[in-house]
């Protein structure tokens, strides 16, 4: 480990395209083969009359069939294992959204190299064994907590598990440790800002801040400049998934032109989500990631659902893999807000189980004083004469709605038909966060 | 009596929607109230003709509901209310929600209670004026 090195793994950061091309056939191939132990895959493969033979090329890829997140449900919990339970470490699971939860295995190894991916990202925008690293991102099932934590770890820093909420005692935390980097949604730095403002601490005098890492929530160009300018801090953007691992599979370098996906590990697609077909570089499609070097749970052409564009292949930091936009929005209707993600037909569960409601509702998403928010309105279909009746209705759709998608929306009762009713699909949903600009 | 209790959202133009729909049926409304609300509220009617003011209310889709509540004639002297709402207290009631109007010179207190049934034995026994 050279700190003075602007690499931590410079064997695989600074190959060249022809080098990345030719690692990642290799171990292309070895998935495939690994793939086999799947009997999901193994059908699939036989069914197409593949071979590892058909493998020359990581653009072979596209022979292989794309694995959804439907798949991950339907074989839920260990349909996917690629190695016997025995020898996996580690479980992570997403929320029941529409269904059955997704299950994600890791093996030691798979857990090292996730945590090297994240050691990576942090050694990439300057930070070395002597910073401090405090982590104020939810732990347990979300893989932003663990996934940092393994990763600040192996890069060398002292990390502080300091987990989500209680700004009071993150800012006690930042001034007496010395944190010089903080991993957090940035909905809730500039929640932090206004806390330390309340409080009389300058970022800039008061603390030894230099670098965030921000992610698993959509925010826009502007919304990072705003955090950077309100603490004097540079901020990162930084992409992961459970599927693939967790935080580590993209991060911005220095540079803060796109994020870094590292093809080392993934096989990086844009399809056109009607088609599947691929698309220019430049042009926005769906993001599908294969990933090859997984042991547990190795997915083939994983469609993420993310939008996104390749915005180029070299880059002036000496890294030559792919760079990809931020996130432009989802090629299907969920929902990310604080780091939540959430469906509309969630929330339609929910909303009629009341037979006091009618049919129709419009959730909208918004940002007040920085934070982003979530307005449900439905219309009310039966008359009463009691005022605390449709309070507590209110309360109690807004509480049931709380243990369904794990934050409180702000609920709104309203008039029969006075929502917009389209023609054909009903919006559902206004995004008016404006983050995806 | 029969009261109209319509669903209403804090928004410009919702009480001149209802109070269209009914001065085009011809009724004519002899009482209302609605208290200052947040984001929605309920507007309450007293009117000429209750069953058609339902009828038509709920057939421009409006969130109407029809109710029993009571309705005490009070004589044209000082403490009136004062005399009607301490029997009612007395009798352990407690008041959801009151207000009056006035039919030629004689008040009218319209209230609702928590407990339905010992209101009315306790308006019987009383002999309590209810305004029909």
């Given at each position: 480990m050279d700190v003075k090195s602007p690499y931590l793994h410079p064997e695989y950061e600074t190959l060249s395209r022809e080098e990345i091309s030719k690692l990642q056939t290799e171990r292309l191939r070895e998935t495939f083969e690994h793939c086999k132990n799947v009997p999901f895959y193994a059908k699939k493969f036989k069914e197409m009359n593949?071979?590892?033979?058909?493998?020359?090329?990581?653009?072979?890829?596209?022979?292989l069939p794309f694995t959804t997140k439907q798949d991950l449900r339907d074989t839920y919990?260990?349909?996917?294992?690629?190695?016997?339970?025995?020898?996996?470490v580690r479980l992570h699971s997403s929320s029941g959204t529409t269904g059955n939860p997704t299950v994600i295995l890791h093996t030691q190894r798979d857990l090292d190299e996730w945590a090297n991916q994240v050691a990576r990202n942090l050694w990439m925008v300057?930070?070395?064994?002597?910073d401090v690293f405090q982590n104020s991102s939810g732990y347990g099932m979300f893989t932003g907590g663990l996934g940092f934590q393994y990763g600040a770890e192996r890069l060398g820093m002292l990390t502080?598990?300091?987990?989500?909420?209680n700004s009071l005692r993150q800012i006690k935390f930042i001034k007496d440790f010395g944190t010089t980097a903080i991993h957090a949604i940035p909905s809730y730095l500039t929640r932090l800002y206004e806390v330390m403002q309340e409080q009389g601490v300058d970022p800039r005098k008061d603390t030894k801040l230099k670098v965030f890492a921000i992610g698993a929530e959509p925010h826009s160009e502007e919304q990072r400049k705003r955090i950077e300018n309100m603490f004097g801090v540079k901020a990162y953007n930084s992409f992961g998934m459970s599927e693939m691992?967790?935080?580590?599979v993209g991060f911005e370098c220095k540079e803060q032109n796109g994020l870094h996906f590292w093809e080392d590990y993934y096989i990086v697609e844009i399809v056109d989500?009607?088609?599947l077909e691929p698309v220019p570089d430049g042009e926005i499609g769906e993001l599908v990631l294969t990933s090859i070097?997984?042991?547990a749970m190795p997915l083939i052409?994983?469609?993420?659902r993310d939008l996104t564009r390749v915005?180029?292949?070299?880059?002036p930091c000496g890294r030559n893999h792919v760079r990809l936009d931020r996130m432009k929005g989802r090629s299907d209707d969920m929902i990310v807000l604080r780091g939540v993600n959430i469906f509309p037909i969630q929330i339609e569960k929910i909303l009629m189980?009341?037979?006091?409601?009618?049919?129709n509702y419009l959730i909208t998403l918004s940002t007040e004083d920085n934070n982003d928010q979530m307005t449900v309105e439905v219309e009310v279909n039966e008359g009463t004469d009691d005022f605390a009746k449709l309070q507590s209705l209110e309360k109690e759709i807004r509480h049931q709605l709380g243990d369904e998608i794990l934050l409180k929306p702000i609920v709104r009762l309203v008039s029969k038909g006075s929502l917009p009713v389209s023609e054909?699909?009903?919006?559902r949903v206004v995004d008016k966060r404006k983050v995806y600009q | 009596m029969k009261q109209l209790s319509i669903f209403i959202e804090n928004k410009s133009g919702t009480l001149l929607n209802i109070l269209n729909v009914m001065k085009n049926a011809e009724i004519q409304i002899i009482a209302s109230m609605v208290a200052d609300t947040q984001d929605f509220g309920i507007y309450r009617v007293v009117c000429d003709n209750p069953d058609k003011a339902y009828s038509v209310l709920k057939n421009e889709g409006m969130v109407v509901t029809m109710s029993e509540v009571f309705a005490i004639v009070l004589e044209d002297k000082p403490g009136e209310a004062a005399n009607v709402i301490s029997v009612l207290t007395e009798g352990g009631i407690s008041i959801s929600y009151i207000y009056s109007f006035l039919v030629s010179g004689k008040g009218i207190l319209v209230f609702r209670t928590s407990d339905t049934e010992l209101t009315k034995k306790i308006i019987k026994e009383k002999g309590l004026h209810e305004f029909a």
């Open positions: 593949l071979s590892v033979e058909d493998i020359n090329s990581p653009e072979d890829v596209r022979k919990p260990f349909g996917l294992a690629a190695v016997p339970l025995s020898e996996c300057g930070l070395r064994p002597d502080v598990p300091a987990a989500a909420g691992c967790g935080p580590g989500p009607d088609t070097r997984r042991e052409r994983y469609r993420t915005l180029g292949r070299t880059c189980k009341f037979p006091e409601l009618g049919s054909g699909k009903a919006v | -």
